[in-house]
């Protein structure tokens, strides 16, 4: 199975050091963040270096698969594929399509000879499921969309800020190198991906009704990106537009444009981040070009883009990230990983004292040595202010190591 594409070594370096291992590897991701392309370069790396592997490859968005309903049928396509004295590895694409599917991987993982590998688009099907069917028997490898150097790298560009305000725009969905790069043609695709992760993993999965409501919630998100939100606070916004939702229902909502990894939901919690506040979360877009796509392309809100791509950066780099409170003061990202800290204050410009005075000054106010930083599009500001570092937005998203 030889494919045309481009390797993304951030996400193969991770999958890579387990095959041939007695775990199952769950790819998960938003739809079209290039999850089937991942497989493509495991079974390509695979038979280069087993020629006697025995490569069963499903996708049940390709409609030969769409007998394959559940388990049952699942189980028994892969066991007619069997092939005696080789190694089988099961390749199983868009796999929460497929009834009960956590059955049939407990299944094979009970098989000699056998590794596995599937995608999945539903953060709760797949965690649930498997956490509670294959505890300790699986990894789960997150793939978002291309980062600010792989967009460099998909689309030949140089890194300057033309290369920048063009990934600010259009986002990191890797089959944009595909189109026409005129704008009217990459956003009416962004916004058919918008309706089918709608319809196919929110309203088809969760029986919806009120359609004109969860896109009028995704459209508010959009328009609302980085600012504290609450389930009440939009329930009262949809009142005044006549669509009367609970905040319970404005939550259930909520939640299942999380689990289509359509948005990330970010708590509030203190500077210590011992507490963790469970009202007035803040919401940011799994792509960038998705929710210009949303607002309108005459309509790009730059101080919101500049705070998700910086948001997107921490979560590829691998950060839980949280919003840093400490009185009526906040700071955009405390992000955690490896048991170290990095506090980041998000900003499009920084015009003027009185601006420069609020961002340095929230991070100023933390008394430890973890490191801080103010990220912008500001060329000119000061570059070091008492220890907390200015980094324009450029050099952030270029870097690997933050």
């Known amino acids: 199975m030889k494919n ?13 050091p387990f095959t041939e291992k007695n775990l199952i590897k769950v790819i998960v991701g938003q ?7 991942l497989l493509f370069q495991i079974i390509d790396y695979i038979q280069n270096n087993d ?4 490569i069963i490859y499903i996708n049940k968005e390709r ?8 388990y049952t049928e699942l189980i028994k396509y892969c066991t007619n594929k069997f092939r ?25 993982s009970s098989e000699p000879d056998t590794d596995i590998y599937c995608t999945g688009s539903n953060a709760k099907l797949l965690s649930g499921e498997l956490a509670s069917s294959l505890s300790g028997r699986y ?6 969309g291309l980062s600010y150097l792989e967009f460099l790298e998909f689309h030949q560009l140089e890194n300057h800020i033309q290369s920048l305000n063009k990934y600010l725009e259009i986002g990191g969905l890797p089959y944009i190198i595909n189109l026409s790069p005129q704008n009217e043609v990459i956003f009416e695709y962004l916004r058919n991906i918008f ?3 709608i319809y196919k993993d929110i309203i088809t999965r969760y029986k919806i009704r009120n359609h004109i409501f969860l896109e009028n919630l995704v459209k ?19 009142k005044s537009q006549n669509l009367k939702m609970s905040p319970q229902i404005v939550l259930d909502y909520l939640s299942y444009l999380e689990n289509a990894f359509l948005v990330f939901k970010v708590n509030r919690s203190d500077l210590s981040g011992k507490k963790i506040f469970e009202t007035n979360e803040k919401y940011y877009f799994e792509d960038i070009g998705l929710k210009n796509a949303l607002t309108g392309e005459n309509n790009i809100q730059i101080n919101q883009v500049v705070e998700n791509a910086v948001f997107n950066h921490l979560k590829i780099a691998g950060y839980d990230v949280k919003v840093g409170v400490s009185g009526n003061k906040e700071i955009d990202f405390i992000a955690y990983k490896n048991g170290k800290k990095l506090y980041v204050q998000a900003a499009y410009l920084l015009p003027d004292q009185q601006v420069i005075d609020r961002e340095f000054g929230n991070l100023l106010e933390v008394n430890n040595n973890y490191k801080k930083m103010v990220v912008s599009l500001d060329q000119y500001a000061p570059k070091n202010v008492q220890g907390v570092e200015h980094i324009h937005l450029i050099d952030f998203l270029s870097n690997t190591k933050i």
């Not at 045309?4 to 890579?16: A, S």
């Not at 739809?31 to 392309?37: A, D, F, I």
């Not at 409609?63 to 309903?69: G, L, Q, S, V």
């Open 4 to 16: 045309r594409y481009i390797n993304r070594n951030i996400y193969t370096d991770k999958i890579l």
């Open 31 to 37: 739809r079209r963040v290039g999850k089937s392309y």
């Open 51 to 54: 020629s006697k592997a025995n």
């Open 63 to 70: 409609y030969e698969f769409d007998t394959i309903k559940n």
């Open 84 to 108: 005696k004295n080789h190694k089988n590895y099961i390749f199983i694409d868009e796999i929460q399509d497929i009834e009960n599917f956590e059955k049939a991987l407990r299944h094979f």
């Open 139 to 144: 990894i789960e490898i997150k793939v978002y």
């Open 195 to 197: 309706s089918t992760i």
């Open 220 to 238: 508010y998100l959009a328009n609302n990106t980085g600012n504290l939100i609450s389930a009440k606070k939009i329930s009262d916004y949809l």
